[in-house]
């Protein structure tokens, strides 16, 4: 039997637990697409090649953690009443 157990608390449960629910965490940057229409040709090459040159010189964790990371995490029912009324803490 897999085990589970109450990531904030450490309540344990059980998989098919009805005490049991999980939460999903999704954080990515706001930014969105680029509009190279809008730019001419000489700015959008030179703006390619600037953000090129910071992706070679960058640690591919960092780049990840900026653009989009996700988190699962079971908790107890109780624990989900409480990031229901405060979901960021
Ligand atoms: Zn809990």
């Given at each position: 039997?897999?085990?589970?157990?109450?990531?904030?608390?450490?309540?344990?449960?059980?998989?098919?637990?009805?005490?049991?629910?999980?939460?999903?965490?999704?954080?990515?940057?706001?930014?969105?697409?680029?509009?190279?229409?809008?730019?001419?040709?000489?700015?959008t090459s030179?703006a390619l090649d600037?953000v090129?040159?910071?992706?070679?010189?960058?640690?591919?964790?960092?780049?990840?953690?900026?653009?989009?990371?996700?988190?699962?995490?079971?908790?107890?029912?109780?624990?989900?009443?409480?990031?229901?009324?405060?979901?960021?803490?």
């Amino acid at each position: 039997m897999i085990r589970y157990e109450c990531d904030k608390c450490g309540e344990r449960l059980t998989a098919n637990d009805h005490n049991r629910f999980i939460v999903k965490l999704e954080i990515y940057a706001a930014a969105g697409h680029v509009d190279l229409d809008t730019a001419d040709e000489g700015d959008t090459s030179a703006a390619l090649d600037a953000v090129l040159e910071q992706l070679r010189s960058a640690d591919p964790d960092e780049i990840e953690d900026q653009t989009y990371r996700s988190f699962r995490f079971d908790v107890c029912d109780n624990c989900r009443r409480k990031l229901l009324k405060q979901p960021l803490g």
